[in-house]
């Protein structure tokens, strides 16, 4: 158990639709990452929270965006699905800004239909 | 454009036998490079890190060999057990920050008893 908790586990929904993944970083982490596996590649880095502010942006879509909360918690927000965003979503967590051991959840399965 | 690129999907070594895990990069300024484990329905699990400075480094069962001028990384795992059975990340950052890993698509490792 790495300490990062993902809820849900797994999500089906319809294309158009908007939904919300959560991430509970490990205690005491403030750095939040958010990656997106599609199949048979590699995790392709979103964006990063670093104590409440966006701190690094990577491949994210205009139509995702994220959120860090005072309690460190994490939202990412997914809208206007398309088939192609069907992915597993992982959240990881680490103490500081730069935290190259980064330890991530159980993933989010993502499933657009 | 694959930066870092695992060209072996699968692997299937003996128990007790050395398992050598290989990964290539294009990007001649990646500084740093992990490799990840990852069971099914779990998160990605740091294993062993090598900063460019370097060109080895070794934990217990498992030594990564770093050859810049190949732009190579391997790792080994000495003796495989049946239990290192995952499939394993590489992955690489220009900077000591999980905001910037680049990771290849993986290798499923089986280790045979």
């Known amino acids: 158990d790495s300490g990062v908790t993902q809820t849900p586990k797994h999500l089906i929904t319809a294309t158009g639709q908007r939904v919300t993944l959560r991430c509970s970083p490990r205690s005491g982490d403030l750095s939040v990452y958010w990656y997106q596996q599609s199949l048979d590649q590699g995790l392709q880095f979103l964006i990063q929270y670093y104590n409440g502010e966006e701190r690094a942006k990577g491949n994210i879509l205009e139509r995702f965006s994220a959120q860090q909360f005072p309690d460190l918690h994490s939202e990412l927000n997914l809208s206007s699905l398309e088939l192609g965003d069907s992915a597993l979503y992982f959240c990881?967590?680490?103490?500081?800004?730069?935290?190259?051991?980064?330890?991530f959840g159980q993933g989010t399965r993502l499933t657009v239909v | 454009d694959q930066q870092v690129k695992q060209n072996s999907p699968s692997l299937s070594v003996q128990e007790g036998r050395i398992s050598i895990l290989n990964c290539d990069y294009t990007n001649s300024m990646f500084d740093y490079f992990l490799w990840y484990k990852k069971y099914p329905a779990e998160g990605p699990t740091f294993l062993i890190s090598i900063s460019s400075i370097k060109d080895k480094n070794e934990d217990g069962r498992f030594t990564v060999f770093l050859n810049k001028s190949a732009k190579h990384l391997s790792l080994h795992i000495v003796p495989s057990q049946p239990g290192d059975s995952a499939v394993y990340f590489c992955a690489a950052s220009e900077i000591q920050g999980a905001q910037k890993l680049v990771f290849g698509q993986g290798t499923r490792l089986t280790i045979n008893p």
């Open positions: 990881a967590s680490s103490v500081r800004d730069e935290g190259i051991e980064a330890f």
